[in-house]
């Protein structure tokens, strides 16, 4: 090998085999999303939101509404923020409660608390700082290219 970051790499680990593969082919573009699909997606993550918020006391929020996605796609989007010096137990409940209804869903403690929770239609991501005593969640749903005409009825 020619290149010099392989050929030190090389020099250094004599063991390892290096072996280049060929790219992937690139994804196919997802079909086109008809109405209906795009309201059940709303209506899972304002479902999924409106369940959050009211966990939350004097939460502010931000949505749900339609966010453009990579030009063509759409994806439904939602963020509430609340100052909350027990940020800490609101995620720990929520956890709690997403887990015992399916989801996959945990909490990481390291410099601020982290909570993600997913499905395959909805993803979300709360994070509270304990210095700030601010939690903010939010709410996406799975990304989605409207068909011709439809994407102009999304509000």
């Given at each position: 090998?020619?290149d010099?970051?392989?050929?030190?790499?090389?020099?250094?680990?004599?063991?390892?085999?290096?072996?280049?593969?060929?790219?992937d082919?690139?994804?196919?573009?997802?079909?086109?999303?008809?109405?209906?699909e795009?309201?059940?997606?709303?209506?899972?993550?304002?479902?999924?939101?409106?369940a959050?918020?009211?966990?939350?006391?004097?939460p502010?929020?931000?949505?749900p509404l339609?966010?453009?996605?990579?030009?063509?796609?759409?994806?439904r989007w939602?963020?509430?923020?609340?100052?909350?010096?027990?940020?800490?137990?609101?995620l720990?409940g929520?956890?709690?409660?997403?887990?015992?209804?399916?989801?996959d869903?945990?909490?990481?403690?390291?410099?601020?608390?982290?909570?993600?929770?997913s499905?395959?239609?909805?993803?979300?991501?709360g994070?509270w700082?304990?210095?700030?005593?601010?939690l903010?969640?939010?709410?996406?749903?799975?990304?989605?290219r409207?068909?011709?005409g439809?994407?102009?009825?999304?509000?």
């Amino acid at each position: 090998m020619t290149d010099p970051f392989f050929a030190a790499l090389r020099a250094r680990r004599p063991d390892v085999d290096i072996v280049i593969l060929p790219p992937d082919d690139p994804p196919k573009p997802s079909p086109e999303a008809t109405s209906e699909e795009l309201s059940r997606s709303a209506q899972v993550v304002d479902a999924t939101f409106a369940a959050i918020t009211a966990r939350v006391s004097e939460p502010a929020s931000d949505g749900p509404l339609w966010e453009t996605y990579n030009s063509q796609n759409v994806r439904r989007w939602a963020q509430l923020e609340a100052r909350a010096a027990d940020g800490d137990t609101i995620l720990a409940g929520l956890d709690e409660a997403f887990r015992e209804a399916g989801w996959d869903s945990r909490v990481a403690v390291k410099a601020f608390h982290r909570w993600t929770a997913s499905q395959p239609d909805v993803q979300i991501l709360g994070a509270w700082s304990e210095t700030h005593h601010r939690l903010v969640v939010t709410v996406t749903g799975r990304v989605l290219r409207p068909a011709a005409g439809v994407r102009e009825a999304l509000t």
